[in-house]
T-cell receptor, first 115, second 114 residues
């Protein structure tokens, strides 16, 4: 079983739709959760960074963490063609110390928002 | 220049060649990383450097040899690679202060081994 499972898609939605991207994980030691966005021929860029269960909102993006279910989500409201990219979930056991930078990534979900 | 810069953007090499990938970060960070991104697979951590010292080698074959001369520069020396090593190689940096794990990535080097 993979440590982090993410549906690779592809996912295609019309402009203005609400998008839901999800990851499940098996290691209950994961504490910090991230979503990265990767445009074609570019490196991943950090979109959302959360710690602990609950919701975090930033503009049209909401990150949700449910540690009891080992499940994280990213919601995109009023999706735009410019949101078309691959979205990667990532997580780590703790910040700093011997685990810094050791992120475990999901496979990535390819999202296309068409006008 | 801002952020994390990687050169070259594309590299094609034969299995007997020797080449090097270069990464430079302009963010004042103290930790740098090499990740490998293969098609249909998650990003894989290869090496971690903190304050120029290698703190992680994630069972990477010896045909990959990292070098970190200072906290702003990171190299990945390649020799006698295999076709299965073809992938996008990403450099990243972070400020490993103990309370923040935010990685900043470069655009990567797309490597093809013939």
């Amino acid at each position: 079983q993979k440590e982090v499972e993410q549906d690779p898609g592809p996912l295609s939605v019309p402009e203005g739709a609400i998008v839901s991207l999800n990851c499940t994980y098996s290691n209950s030691a994961f504490q910090y959760f991230m979503w990265y966005r990767q445009y074609s021929r570019k490196g991943p860029e950090l979109l959302m960074y959360t710690y602990s269960s609950g919701n975090k909102e930033d503009g049209r993006f909401t990150a949700q963490v449910d540690k009891s279910s080992k499940y994280i989500s990213l919601f995109i409201r009023d999706s735009q063609p410019s949101d078309s990219a691959t979205y990667l979930c990532a997580m780590t056991i703790n910040a700093g110390g011997t685990s810094y930078g050791k992120l475990t990534f999901g496979q990535g979900t390819i999202l296309t928002v068409h006008p | 220049e801002t952020g994390v810069t990687q050169t070259p953007r594309h590299l094609v090499m034969g299995m007997t060649n020797k080449k090097s990938l270069k990464c430079e970060q302009h963010l004042g960070h103290n930790a740098m990383y090499w990740y490998k991104q293969s098609a249909k697979k998650p990003l894989e951590l290869m090496f971690v450097y903190n304050f120029k010292e290698q703190t992680e080698n994630n069972s990477v074959p010896s045909r990959f040899s990292p070098e970190c001369p200072n906290s702003s520069h990171l190299f990945l020396h390649l020799h006698t690679l295999q076709p299965e090593d073809s992938a996008l190689y990403l450099c990243a940096s972070s400020q490993a202060t103990g309370s923040d794990e935010k990685l900043f990535f470069g655009s990567g080097t797309q490597l093809s081994v013939l």
